[in-house]
């Protein structure tokens, strides 16, 4: 399954994080509001599964809803100042807070 945000194609959205894999990628939060799913907020990782495990956000995102979604954009192919640009990029188009790196 896949779910567009922006002009870029995301897995997901995945309600383990157990199915995600530690590669480098952008990974949105998603929360279920009625019948689809609202985003929250992104970041960019070396080892997205990893990064999501050990995020500081994350025990607010479950205080939200019961329902946290994540979909991700592996980035492999991609160098990691490039990875950056284009999350930094999708949080201008999408008004999320933007937080220092």
Do not use: C
């Not at 019948?35 to 990782?45: G, I, Q, S």
């Amino acid at each position: 399954m896949s779910i567009l945000i922006g002009e870029l194609e995301f897995d997901g959205p995945f309600l383990n994080m157990d199915d995600l894999s530690d590669e480098p990628g952008i990974f949105a939060i998603l929360i279920k509001s009625s019948d689809d799913f609202e985003l929250l907020e992104m970041d960019d990782a070396e080892q997205v599964r990893e990064s999501l495990f050990a995020h500081p956000d994350r025990a607010s995102w479950s205080e939200l809803t019961s329902e946290v979604a994540v979909a991700v954009h592996y980035t492999s192919d991609i160098t990691s100042e490039e990875r950056r640009e284009i999350k930094e990029a999708l949080e201008v188009e999408f008004d999320l807070d933007i937080m220092p790196a």
